[in-house]
């Protein structure tokens, strides 16, 4: 039942930056492990960044020292700093984790939702 809107995406040159976020709203009683996803045309969908519950992060290679995912828990959100953009960046950006909606019911992952574009051009 948690509902995950992201925004943020955009048209920017190559060298640009971008601030994406990530709002989860519903039911919710603990945010834990979040990340931020993209998919590229003609790709699957990989993960870019990852964040703990501590706040300990991983990024793929691709976007080491570029990107920074931080995330805010009392506001339910996740955020995706995204500086030197490339135009092997250009995606649909989404973000995922896992959710418990009470303190007796199970960890799960929200539904998908709608992502973000952001398309990197001169």
């Known amino acids: 039942q948690v509902q995950l809107v992201e925004s943020g995406g955009g048209l920017v040159q190559p060298g640009g930056s971008l601030r994406l976020s990530c709002a989860a709203s519903?039911?919710?009683?603990?945010?834990?492990?979040m990340g931020w996803y993209r998919q590229a045309p003609g790709k699957e969908r990989e993960l870019v960044a990852s964040i703990s519950n501590g706040g300990n992060t991983n990024y793929a290679d691709s976007v080491k020292g570029r990107f920074t995912i931080s995330r805010d828990n009392p506001k339910n959100t996740v955020y995706l700093q995204m500086n030197s953009l490339k135009p092997e960046d250009t995606a649909v950006y989404y973000c995922n984790g896992d959710f418990r909606s009470s303190v007796y019911s199970i960890i799960s992952r929200a539904y998908w939702g709608q992502g973000t574009q952001v398309t990197v051009s001169s």
């Open positions: 519903g039911r919710i009683f603990m945010m834990n492990s």
